[in-house]
């Protein structure tokens, strides 16, 4: 019975430590179809999508020597990704990924509100997984 109880103690203690690996938190609300996630604005969520990386182009049509990295979610909608964690997406490029983070609507490009910016979805990353 001690074996069992030791044993037992062991288990739940490497289970504490070992912990989710992708770091991806459990309970978050998944979104995986752009037209819901007006509902989800200012919130901590998991998105479904695949990462997709392209060269960004100014308004005057000039395309500049940096990439930007969106994930694209049904019927091609996309949400630009901004790093705020230690997971890359540049490593998860062409590959369908869930992506924990807080979701925000408007400038997407800076959080000053009276900088010049592109409107649209943005989810400030903190950790993907596959």
Known sequence: M???ASLCC???????????KTGI????????KYDSLKSYK???ILAAGKIVEEKFVNKGGKELDFTELWLE???????????RGKDKAKDYVGKQVKVQGTLFYGNIDSD?????????YRLDYTAISL
């Open 112 to 120: 000053d509100p009276k900088a010049q910016s592109r409107v649209g």
């Open 10 to 20: 062991v288990i739940l203690i490497i289970a504490c430590v070992s912990g989710n």
């Open 2 to 4: 001690k074996i069992l």
């Open 42 to 44: 200012g919130m901590e």
């Open 25 to 32: 938190k459990n309970g978050l609300p998944m979104v995986s």
């Open 73 to 83: 979610m049904d019927e091609g909608h996309r949400i630009m990704l901004r790093q």
